[in-house]
């Protein structure tokens, strides 16, 4: 199975300040601009979020009891008799109405160039992938393996693995296109929030930023959980000083009951309470860099169950993907 391409995945819902730049004409063609260009790129980041979240996790169940090879793959043990079936969320209407809501923006202004030409081809397939789930969701929900002792399912399994790996080779070029424009967004409204003096903003976003570039950088370096005693230590302390000190101050700043009130922050959404768990994790990571040691999971007498070993960027990848869910919700 593939992984997840985390250094194009955009996960950050861009968060636009409508500011004064004038008259009141100017103003309001500006934020009529403005609104349409939110629009289309947070339903483009929705797509995103839609791919690289819920839609991934969601196939390890089948991943766990057939493999994600060509061929299916039954794991050690299986037991037909003890099968339940449901392995797959089957896709709502809610979630084919987001892709035709992005396939809509597609020919839409303001033109996101390469992106757009990426999702037009992205969003077709991806029905399609979806129709797939709902199709093997339906054989396994009605129990038809028991009738046909795995005969559809194993026709099932092919095209479910083909399709997926069409749709996610499209995925990553469209992760790739639409990068270039996030990062240019993350500048322009990082320096909005500053000049603004929405500094709880600021620096919650800016948290959300800096955590997705150590996960870009073990990416970019081709180096995961197999082998990461190969990635520059040096250059993550450099990453992670500055991710630390940005958490200090938003915690610092969040504390403030008048400056939250003012940014029109109701709630935090536990992303305060989501900070210390990705420090704690970039901790980790920090550690095992340093003293070139992979055993911080395990006991003095080294004994550890598999149940137990989690690798130290899977944490890290799972704490940020919460942090990113709170920030989310933190922000509307």
């Given at each position: 199975?593939?992984?997840?391409?985390?250094?194009?995945?955009?996960l950050i819902v861009l968060s636009?300040?409508?500011?004064?730049?004038?008259?009141?004409?100017?103003?309001?063609?500006?934020?009529?601009?403005?609104?349409?260009?939110?629009?289309?790129?947070?339903?483009?980041?929705?797509?995103?979020?839609?791919?690289?979240?819920?839609?991934?996790?969601?196939?390890?169940?089948?991943?766990?009891?057939?493999?994600?090879?060509?061929?299916?793959?039954?794991?050690?043990?299986?037991?037909?008799?003890?099968?339940?079936?449901?392995?797959?969320?089957?896709?709502?209407?809610?979630?084919?109405?987001?892709?035709?809501?992005?396939?809509?923006?597609?020919?839409?202004?303001?033109?996101?160039?390469?992106?757009?030409?990426?999702?037009?081809?992205?969003?077709?397939?991806?029905?399609?992938?979806?129709?797939?789930?709902?199709?093997?969701?339906?054989?396994?929900?009605?129990?038809?393996?028991?009738?046909?002792?795995?005969?559809?399912?194993?026709?099932?399994?092919?095209?479910?693995?083909?399709?997926?790996?069409?749709?996610?080779?499209?995925?990553?070029?469209?992760?790739?296109?639409?990068s270039e424009i996030e990062k240019?967004?993350?500048?322009?409204?990082?320096?909005?929030?500053?000049?603004?003096?929405?500094?709880?903003?600021?620096?919650?976003?800016?948290?959300?930023?800096?955590?997705?570039?150590?996960?870009?950088?073990?990416?970019?370096?081709?180096?995961?959980?197999?082998?990461?005693?190969?990635?520059?230590?040096?250059?993550?302390?450099?990453?992670?000083?500055?991710?630390?000190e940005d958490m200090n101050k938003?915690?610092?700043?969040?504390?403030?009951?008048?400056?939250?009130?003012?940014?029109?922050?109701?709630?935090?959404?536990?992303?305060?309470?989501?900070?210390?768990?990705?420090?704690?994790?970039?901790?980790?990571?920090?550690?095992?860099?340093?003293?070139?040691?992979?055993?911080?999971?395990?006991?003095?007498?080294?004994?550890?169950?598999?149940?137990?070993?989690?690798?130290?960027?899977?944490?890290?990848?799972?704490?940020?993907?919460?942090?990113?869910?709170?920030?989310?919700?933190?922000?509307?």
């Open positions: 199975m593939k992984k997840l391409l985390s250094v194009f995945s955009v636009v300040l409508l500011i004064s730049c004038g008259s009141p004409e100017k103003e309001k063609e500006e934020k009529s601009d403005s609104a349409a260009d939110v629009g289309k790129y947070n339903s483009y980041v929705g797509i995103s979020n839609y791919i690289t979240g819920w839609l991934e996790s969601d196939i390890y169940g089948y991943i766990e009891n057939f493999g994600f090879e060509e061929e299916i793959k039954f794991k050690k043990n299986f037991d037909p008799k003890k099968f339940e079936g449901m392995i797959l969320t089957p896709i709502i209407k809610g979630g084919f109405d987001q892709v035709e809501e992005a396939l809509a923006y597609t020919s839409k202004k303001p033109s996101f160039g390469a992106a757009d030409e990426s999702m037009k081809i992205l969003l077709p397939k991806m029905k399609e992938y979806l129709n797939t789930i709902n199709e093997v969701d339906t054989y396994y929900r009605s129990k038809a393996f028991a009738e046909d002792n795995f005969a559809k399912g194993k026709e099932l399994h092919k095209k479910f693995y083909a399709m997926y790996n069409e749709y996610r080779d499209l995925a990553d070029k469209f992760f790739i296109d639409f240019k967004r993350q500048q322009v409204d990082l320096e909005k929030l500053k000049k603004a003096d929405y500094l709880v903003r600021y620096y919650a976003k800016s948290i959300v930023i800096k955590a997705k570039e150590i996960q870009s950088d073990f990416a970019l370096a081709k180096v995961n959980d197999s082998n990461i005693l190969d990635f520059d230590a040096n250059k993550y302390k450099e990453r992670y000083d500055s991710l630390t938003f915690l610092e700043y969040a504390k403030d009951k008048s400056r939250l009130e003012k940014e029109g922050i109701g709630s935090l959404w536990r992303f305060d309470g989501a900070i210390p768990e990705v420090k704690a994790s970039a901790t980790d990571i920090m550690q095992v860099l340093q003293t070139k040691s992979t055993n911080l999971n395990k006991p003095s007498d080294g004994k550890v169950k598999s149940r137990e070993t989690i690798g130290y960027l899977e944490n890290y990848n799972k704490k940020v993907s919460n942090l990113i869910s709170c920030y989310n919700n933190m922000i509307k």
